[in-house]
């Protein structure tokens, strides 16, 4: 148990549906990361959201659409996904290194793997 | 984004120290270096990290070359729990404080 819970787990989907996944986390972290694992590849880091805010975002298509109402939670909306979407989706949460000063680690979820067929 | 470098897998035997290598030549003044390990069917998890000097904590040890080009992490008895991807990863808190994850070594612990 790592403090942050990512739901569903487990998730299959068609091409033209509408689903979210969500993240949240109960360690009073102010930061909080979307990442995607595709298999035999390195993970990759999609986005980055700091005291609420997005500072960083990956080049990530729009069919992804990050949401993160409170620092607590993080969502990630997903519409009209391809196959090659299917992954694992990994879900952080750290203190903001820029607000502490200090690179203190991030916690993550179990991840959310989705299928698209 | 400074880069590491890491082997793609190395074998241990159970109970035997490992060291677990790790090169950065460009890295900058102000990024850490951070290692994190992934299970089977798990999230990564945070194992260890440092700036300059050596570090220890419960789970691994950090040596950290003078000249920060390179890093070794030191599992000292390794156990069938330590089979994982190691990630070798450094985190430039100057900027968003993101991690960029590369391909890791594939640590195998053999009984």
């Known amino acids: 148990e790592t403090g942050v819970t990512q739901t569903p787990r487990h998730l299959v989907m068609g091409m033209t549906n509408k ?21 035999k590849k390195p993970l990759e880091l999609m986005f980055v959201y700091s005291l609420e805010e997005r500072v960083e975002n990956n080049s990530v298509p729009s069919r992804f659409s990050p949401e993160c109402p409170n620092s607590s939670h993080l969502f990630l909306h997903l519409h009209t996904l391809q196959p090659e979407d299917s992954a694992l989706y990994l879900c952080a949460s750290s203190q903001d290194p820029l607000a502490s000063g200090r690179a203190g680690e991030l916690f ?7 299928t698209v067929l | 984004d400074a880069k590491t470098t890491q082997p793609n897998s190395m074998e241990s035997n159970e109970e035997e120290p ?3 290598p790790c090169n950065h030549s460009t890295i900058s003044g102000t990024d850490y270096i951070h290692w994190y390990r992934q299970l089977p ?5 945070y194992v260890i990290h440092g ?10 040890s950090l040596a950290i070359a003078e000249d920060r ?16 991807v190691y990630y070798c ?3 430039d808190v100057g900027n968003t404080g993101k991690l960029i994850f590369g391909q890791g070594t594939t640590l195998q612990v053999k009984p």
């Open chain 2, 69 to 84: 080009k390179s890093s070794t992490l030191i599992l000292h008895r390794a156990t069938l729990r330590d089979a994982a």
């Open chain 1, 19 to 39: 689903k979210s996944l969500k993240c949240e986390q109960h360690l009073g972290h102010n930061a909080m990361y979307w990442y995607k694992q595709s298999a």
């Open chain 2, 51 to 60: 700036l300059t000097s050596n570090v220890n904590n419960r789970m691994a």
């Open chain 2, 18 to 20: 490992v060291h677990l």
């Open chain 2, 41 to 45: 069917s798990q999230g990564p998890e």
């Open chain 1, 108 to 114: 993550f979820g179990e991840g959310s793997r989705l």
């Open chain 2, 89 to 91: 990863i450094l985190r």
